[in-house]
């Protein structure tokens, strides 16, 4: 078995060599951006087995972001056979400067470029044969997305006889490193002594830390090496940007022997939506109308298949049942299983899938064709002036599928305060969970049930979601000023040329990478939820259900900020997920055993009346549904990805505050003024 | 001259690079040195940041971030 490592630049086309090779046979982690971490596959070629890493897409190896670090420690530190270095035909020459990287690093490389077709089609000429010569590596050329060259990527994975090219560097530098390696040579190990003599010379401590922890030797602790060390930087006077420099002038020096460039200009189309897109007058309306219109599509699209999925399980609870009571099962067990679990379960899957398996197709499209980049262009200057960073748009745009998702896709932003910014911020995202809820309350309170003007309801939902969207900023901003405070950190951030987008692998990455694993993290939760649901509303002291005393004892709060002790506990109670918020607060006012699903909307409405519910509760529930804690499966991405406790807690602390205070003013604001 | 004063269609080279160590090794991984080509090609429509042609890529840079690059109009 020979273990192979992909590596590139960021929107290299990476993912698309790597689906190329391994077909489905892949164990992906990347559900979120692109590819955040590692993904593995397997395929067998000419009866060899091997297993492709697919790592997350970097522009050196000296890394800025989590994510770069990942691919960085891999190539450094890894075990592999190969590494193969993919390469955008259209930007060859900055593509290279990863190629020499690495090529310092070890002589096992083996260069892809990929996005030929592009590159023809900007009449840009690359001389693949040259660029193998100048390399001595094996260099491919391929389209990865129309399956041309893969079959002359496939035949080198053989290739063995690997020469090393070393890029050499001012002759006193080299000097200094040859001093260096003879008496690196039997403590390094498995790593490059001259990358090692290199990184010792042009010290930087990131990476000397994880030299030190790969050898379990520190090498300046050693007096030999020390003391040349000092010498070398005696007399030695460079520095960084040198080295990396010469890097770049070598580029720039091989990319003029093999490419040609016929006509040099950024393809004119491009450049006509990029200014369109980006104007004053456009830039706004039209990722406005584009967020608009998936949200439509979403929740029109979802009803059919909602129904449907209530249908059948509600079909299957019938033939669960007999069978319960044909093995004898107690009565009780019966309806904790039936009436508990697997109702909260199926009433998750229902509500939750259709949306999400139509959303993140279509956000995997966006991202496919290049778009989200535009939008963190577009919206950079206003985190800028919240001291955030532009990528953060991208993450909340991933939080409408889900926040868990978005939380995970704040990895994209470099610093890390910055970062934390952009997870505690998500939440004011509503995600997909969310919606039903909050287009129930909009029709029945302010559109009118018998209108069916899906239009008004969505647009009115449109502006609560903008009202998250000032949150997001206001919060930003005051967070960068208080607890985490700081100034914006550099931003850069490429605007990859538009590409048609596949559409067959977007569905199939976007729900087994992104739906699946929500619904997974869901349905984890929904069981025992469904159980704790099923025994407060079944165990009762002197005829009142132990949930109807908790919503009596939350009532007096509740009605505080204008809503109601039942809203209240069915927030909390669906904490597991936001989908059950509704159906436990009718459990609670109708005092049944088990979630039910309302008759329709007319009944609704008339429960809620009945239940003291006036506009304004449906004000400030639509504002506590937006700004409350996160839901489980949010918190414990949080917890994954900050590894504390702390901020996990703020998270949760933070929009529930906001929320509980907005809630109180606006019902404080009407009994003042009536 | 500045990078963050050239308008969408300039085109320029790098004189000189006087910024903080962080952004530099960014823009350094871009490619981008002293005596590179480059042209502005977006605005945003906060007018900042701007996006520039680097070595056949589009990257957009921050003015804050690119007001102390020097550069010479061609």
Redesign the interface.
Known sequence: MKKIALVGNPNVGKSTVFNALTGLHQHTGNWSGKTVSNATGEFIYNDNKYVIYDLPGTYSLIANSQEEEVARDFICFGEYDLIIVVCDATCLERNLNLVLQVLEITDKVLVCVNLLDEAQKKKIKIDLDNLSKILKIPVVGTSARNKKGLNNLLKLLEYQEFSSFNFKYNDDLESAISKLIPILENKVKTLNPRWVALNLINYNAKIYYKITEYLNYNLLGDEIIKNQILEIRKNLNINNEEITNSIIKKCEEIANQVIKYENSNYNDINKKIDRVITSKLWGIPIMLIMLFGIFWLTIKGANYPSDLLFNLFSYIEKYLLYFLEFINTPNWLISLLISGIYKVLTWVISVMLPPMAIFFPLFTLLEDLGFLPRIAFNFDGLFKKCCACGKQALTMCMGFGCNAVGVTGTRIIDSPRERLIAILTNVFVPCNGRFPMMITIITIFFVGINSHNSFLSVLLLTLVILLGFLLTFLISFVLSKTILKGIPSSFTLELPSYRRPQFGKVIVRSIFNRTIFVLGRAIAVAVPAGAVIWILANITVSGISLLNYLADFLNPFGKLIGLDGAILLAFILGFPANEIVIPIMLMIYLSTGEVIEFENLESLKQILIDNGWTNITAICMLIFSLCHFPCSTTCLTIKKETGSIKWTLISFLLPTIIGIILCLMIKQIVIFIS | MFLSDLKVGDKAIIKKMVT?E??????????L??GTKIEC?????????L?Y??????????K??SSNIEVELI
């Not at chain 2, 090794?25 to 871009?30: E, I, Y």
């Open positions: 903080n962080n952004i530099k090794r960014r823009l350094l991984d871009l490619g040195i002293e090609v977006l605005k945003s429509f906060c007018n900042d940041p996006a042609i680097i070595r056949g890529a589009v990257i957009a840079i921050r804050s971030d």
